[in-house]
């Protein structure tokens, strides 16, 4: 079993930045895909980026493509989503996600946190 905890959301205006945790217990981190996902208010949650369990591979939405980064730290068995020149259509929850899988499908992933919310005003 895989304990996942969110954090760092929170409102900031667009162009500005935010950094989202996620701590990760229960099992060898670095056995873990860590992903995020998030869902705006009236759609689906979406796939926002993932990292291999050796950090050696991500991939991202092209929504997201050159303005996040995903990174992980083993040492504190945390993954990081630094989110730069943030829209108010990233408005949404985020959710960590981990798995075995590298995926940007939701069933790759089969521990989820609860969410933090970010919200970006125009």
């Known amino acids: 079993q895989v304990q996942v905890v969110e954090s760092g959301g929170g409102l900031v205006q667009a162009g500005g930045s935010l950094r989202l945790s996620c701590a990760a217990s229960g099992r060898a981190f670095s056995l873990l895909t860590m992903g995020w996902f998030r869902q705006a208010p009236g759609k689906e949650r979406e796939f926002v980026a993932y990292?291999?369990?050796?950090?050696?591979?991500?991939y991202y939405a092209d929504s997201v493509k050159d303005r996040f980064a995903i990174s992980r730290d083993y040492a504190k068995n945390t993954m990081y989503l630094q989110m730069n020149s943030l829209k108010p259509e990233d408005t949404a929850t985020y959710y960590c996600?981990?798995?075995?899988?590298?995926?940007?499908?939701?069933?790759?992933?089969?521990?989820w946190g609860q969410g933090t919310q970010v919200t970006v005003s125009s």
């Open positions: 996600a981990a798995g075995g899988t590298r995926t940007v499908m939701e069933s790759g992933y089969p521990y």
């Open positions: 990292i291999s369990s050796t950090g050696f591979t991500t």
